[in-house]
T-cell receptor, first 110, second 112 residues
């Protein structure tokens, strides 16, 4: 499948901070999805984006579908301890197969 | 809604044994996906079904892997014979339209 480059690979957050992560691809996608995975659990869908340029919010989360259709970003505002986990981007071209990024691991700064 | 239900949550088996993983998708979802997650390769799609029919099994690693969906509320992923390199977390996911997939809690498989 298409390769997605997700960055950063990991990040530390302090409560109250805004954090940002992104995903890029050499191929275009029709749909971008963002998931969060907690230890021992399956990925949980956070936000789905269907149109180039679309900006969508879900509570403190905001995600955008890049104009070129080859990238997307996810912002978390005013982070809280339960935001820790692994965030995955996923792209879909139209055959219902999702290509996943390698994930961004978010941990709390000690 | 109970979400996607997978069983067992954990499975430890000896090399060469048959392993069967089970999945109950969300009621009304027409698409069912099987994924495998490993540290090395991340999340990989193995196979997906639409209305109980296998559509794309190009991700199935070998003939040792097979998947069935006898009805809209049940699917199995079978590995026979199992090998240590099959150790991974296997996820089932379902979707109403194919785009937004909802994942189960996964089955952690360890083959010794």
């Amino acid at each position: 499948g298409q390769q997605l480059n997700q960055s950063p690979q990991s990040m530390f957050i302090q409560e109250g901070e805004d954090v940002s992560m992104n995903c890029t691809s050499s191929s275009i996608f029709n749909t971008w999805l963002w998931y969060k995975q907690d230890p021992g659990e399956g990925p949980v869908l956070l936000i789905a984006l269907y149109k180039a340029g679309e900006l969508t919010s879900n509570g403190r989360l905001t995600a955008q579908f890049g104009i070129t259709r080859k990238d997307s970003f996810l912002n978390i505002s005013a982070s809280i301890p339960s935001d820790v986990g692994i965030y995955f981007c996923a792209g879909q071209l139209g055959d219902y197969k999702l290509s996943f990024g390698a994930g961004t691991t978010v941990t709390v700064r000690a | 809604d109970a979400g996607v239900i997978q069983s067992p949550r954990h499975e430890v088996t000896e090399m060469g044994q048959e392993v069967t993983l089970r999945c109950k998708p969300i009621s009304g979802h027409d698409y069912l996906f099987w994924y495998r997650q490993t540290m090395m390769r991340g999340l990989e799609l193995l196979i997906y079904f639409n209305n109980n029919v296998p559509i794309d099994d190009s991700g199935m690693p070998e003939d040792r892997f097979s998947a069935k969906m006898p009805n809209a509320s049940f699917s199995t992923l079978k590995i026979q014979p199992s090998e240590p390199r099959d150790s991974a977390v296997y996820f089932c996911a379902s979707s109403p339209q194919g785009a937004e997939a909802f994942f189960g809690q996964g089955t952690r498989l360890t083959v010794v």
